[in-house]
């Protein structure tokens, strides 16, 4: 297909932990950690561990994942699939009030590229992992409260059977934005991620965070340090040199051409 320059991007489709905010380490690790202490239980998920459970995606399958690993007693609790929701929603309320403290900037280069996207008339979507409330609050807590309102479609959580590496995510905000995967461009942070997002088709930006600096990105289009502003540019660790040091619609355009 030839595209003409204007119409090459039509949606910048965004993940939101690790990619819009690093939220792992000290927003979702310790809201894990508050929910296990108000059940009473005495787990505590360190710094460590925690980018080892990384690995499984979706806070209810990260739990199941580390009762089957670490405290096996717990599968002979009746009702465990119940309970894990429960403790998960618990979960959820620690993070959303955190996010409500403003406890998360965005990272570097976020909020002006999604001022730009949207000035440009660019569709912007989110696809994660992630349970719907974190996102909005994540959103509201950093671009303001009527900033969920400015994403096309928002695909988050339990909608899709199958979580990220899985493409399901992807192909539900696809299907909805009614746009093939040759018009649009993912931004995602981690092998997961980028996983999910090649297997739906789409060209894709990763810009690593701490804890997936050294995972493999083979096929994304580039690799950045973060998507950087003028006055702090980002590093290329991988893929083309791009002639500026900040994601904008110029450089996602020439990613897609
Ligand atoms: C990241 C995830 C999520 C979060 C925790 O998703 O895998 O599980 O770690 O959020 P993405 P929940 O990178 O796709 O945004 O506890 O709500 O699952
Ligand atoms: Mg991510």
């Known amino acids: 297909m030839k595209k003409d320059e204007k119409s090459a991007v039509g949606a910048v489709l965004f993940d939101v932990d690790g990619t819009l905010a690093d939220t792992e380490r000290d927003g979702h690790r310790p809201a894990f950690n508050a929910a296990f202490r108000e059940l009473g239980l005495d787990w505590e998920w360190g710094v ?3 980018g080892e459970l990384l690995a499984i995606t979706g806070g209810k399958e990260r739990i199941r994942h580390f009762i089957d690993k670490h405290a096996p ?3 002979a609790r009746s009702g465990l699939d119940d309970w894990i929701a429960r403790l998960h929603k618990v979960k959820t309320r620690h993070y959303v ?3 409500e403290r403003g ?4 990272r570097p280069g976020v909020a002006r590229l999604i001022r730009q996207l949207r000035e440009a008339n660019i569709k912007i979507a989110i696809a994660t992992t992630t349970t719907p409330e974190n996102v909005t609050g994540l959103l509201k807590s950093t671009l303001g409260e009527d900033s969920p309102g400015w994403f096309d479609v928002i695909g988050a959580g339990d909608i899709v059977p199958g979580k990220k ?3 399901d995510i992807y192909h539900w905000v696809l299907d909805r934005l009614g746009l093939p ?5 993912a931004i995602e942070d981690s092998e997961n991620g980028l996983r999910a997002a090649l297997a739906a088709g789409l060209d ?3 810009t690593v965070s701490d804890y997936t600096r050294f995972q493999d990105f083979t096929g994304a289009r580039v690799v950045l340090s973060d998507l950087g502003e003028p006055a702090q540019p980002f590093t290329v660790l991988r893929g083309d ?4 040091g900040w994601a904008d619609v110029e450089l996602l355009m020439k990613l897609k051409t």
Request: glycine letters at 4%; hydrophobic letters at 35%; aromatic letters at 4%.
């Open 48 to 50: 460590e561990l925690y």
């Open 73 to 75: 007693a717990e599968l």
């Open 97 to 99: 009030e955190a996010l």
């Open 103 to 106: 406890g998360i900037p965005l």
């Open 165 to 167: 590496p899985e493409p």
């Open 181 to 185: 995967p040759e018009q649009c461009l």
């Open 204 to 206: 894709t930006v990763v």
């Open 241 to 244: 040199q791009p002639n500026r």
